[in-house]
């Protein structure tokens, strides 16, 4: 220091202490205007990025990668009907069992919606209560019976002789269906080559026919007569 006191002039501090004011800027300079892509995932410390330093709109769909938003990332509620594109959710991206009854709103699913081919056979018409809807193509019972009550078998199915008896009076029948009690009937004339039959049909049970019997009445010109039938019955 003796030695380079003598030798310090204000020209000498002066240019001295702006050297390193130059340098210190330089320094602050070159850490504020970094090279561009020199910051890597490296230079990031963890928690580096959180969600206020990200840009509004600045992570699109080109910046997600595959597989990398899962069912935990995604908020209640965040995906609605207008955010799903038309066309996006296809049957191979329904998981099984996930549409359930509750699911689906009502009037949603249309006849031109169903494969007919899927249906299981429609259930029996077993609350009917008119002799116009049948249980099937082909009735648990019937029987074609002449004027005085006795049944064809070869005609006749479910209903005997036995199954039919004579009013109180001529031209009426009383018929029972071993094994259920029907519900509706459809009775017709039997073909008699003589005048006008008609033939009509009664439930509930009556003076002549107690319940379950039902009554047949036939009708020939206007008067009640023994006119041959034919009845069909369900349940």
Do not use: W
């Amino acid at each position: 220091m003796k030695r380079l006191r003598p030798h310090l002039t204000y020209a000498n501090v002066t240019a001295t202490l702006a050297l390193f004011i130059a340098l210190g800027m330089g320094s602050a300079y070159a850490a504020d205007q970094l090279a561009p892509k020199s910051v890597g995932a490296k230079q990031l410390r963890p928690g580096a990025v959180t969600a206020d330093k990200i840009r509004k709109q600045a992570v699109t769909a080109p910046k997600i990668e595959a597989l990398a938003v899962k069912q935990g990332k995604v908020a209640n509620g965040a995906i609605v009907s207008a955010k799903v594109a038309n066309g996006a959710i296809t049957a191979e991206k329904i998981a099984g069992r996930a549409v359930t009854p509750d699911k689906i709103p009502a009037d949603s699913v249309t006849g031109e919606k169903i494969d007919e081919r899927t249906l299981g056979q429609v259930p029996s018409a077993n609350t009917t209560n008119f002799a116009t809807t049948a249980e099937t193509a082909n009735p648990e019972a019937f029987a074609r019976v002449d004027a005085e009550g006795t049944v064809f078998p070869a005609n006749s199915k479910g209903i005997g002789t036995a199954d039919v008896k004579q009013g109180l009076e001529p031209g009426i029948y009383c018929v029972t269906v071993p094994g259920f009690t029907p519900r509706g009937a459809q009775a017709t004339p039997e073909y008699a080559a003589h005048g006008s039959v008609s033939v009509f049909v009664r439930f509930g049970g009556t003076a002549s026919c107690p319940f379950p019997q039902v009554e047949v009445q036939t009708y020939s010109a206007g008067s009640r007569q023994k006119e041959p039938f034919n009845i069909v019955l369900y349940r």
